[in-house]
């Protein structure tokens, strides 16, 4: 149970979340974020195992890992 992630939205008071403008590239907003891409291809968590590029799946429970 400690991997499964909470169902309670731990912000409080303000929402911190930036508010977006939707026509920002339709009015010729240039794209910021930096193109490289971050992710490790290496699964670096203890007791998963990467099946693809975007997803992995929780082995732990097999080899007695919680």
Avoid at 39 to 62: D, M, Q
Wanted: aromatic share 10%; net charge positive.
């Amino acid at each position: 149970m400690a991997n499964k992630r909470s169902g309670i939205d731990r912000r409080s008071g303000i929402d911190r979340r930036e508010v977006y403008d939707l026509d920002y590239y339709s009015r010729g907003g240039v794209e910021r974020r930096n193109p490289v891409e971050r992710r490790s291809r290496v699964e670096r968590r203890a007791g998963w195992l990467r099946l693809t590029e975007w997803s992995s799946v929780f082995l732990g429970s097999l080899y007695g890992r919680t």
